[in-house]
Nanobody, 125 residues
Framework: QLQLVESGGGLVQPGGSLRLSCAAS????????IAWFRQAPGKERGGVSC????????NYAHSVKGRFTISRDNAKNTVYLQMNSLKPEDTAVYYC??????????????????WGQGTQVTVSS
């Protein structure tokens, strides 16, 4: 059984930081590109960041560039999303997803094969 599990979400004040983790069970992430998506109430699920299988290439949505950093530790079978300078508009459920491709093909959710259940991030004073 293939499974992705997100963790690290929570309630933070504007300007605060969180680090999300995406851990795989039942398969190895080594050969997968991994993306983070988020979905806020009343909005469609949108791409946040992506990292290729080796970790050598990354991509960020314009709204998070300079604030978020994606990384991976294939030895730990885990991908991370470090989120700094958080804003209220970052409030959403954050999901990680795995693509069987080695590289990031884009942010169309239908292109991703495996999904976690999401972790809630709330940025509020």
């Amino acid at each position: 059984q293939l499974q992705l599990v997100e963790s690290g979400g929570g309630l933070v004040q504007p300007g605060g930081s969180l680090r999300l983790s995406c851990a795989a069970s039942g398969f190895t992430l080594e050969h997968y590109a991994i993306a983070w998506f988020r979905q806020a109430p009343g909005k469609e699920r949108g791409g946040v960041s992506c990292i290729d299988s080796s970790g050598s290439d990354t991509n960020y949505a314009h709204s998070v560039k300079g604030r978020f950093t994606i990384s991976r530790d294939n030895a730990k079978n885990t991908v991370y999303l470090q989120m700094n300078s958080l804003k209220p508009e970052d409030t959403a459920v954050y999901y990680c997803a795995a693509d069987t491709l080695y590289y990031c093909s884009g942010y169309a959710p239908s292109e991703y094969d495996y999904w976690g259940q999401g972790t809630q991030v709330t940025v509020s004073s």
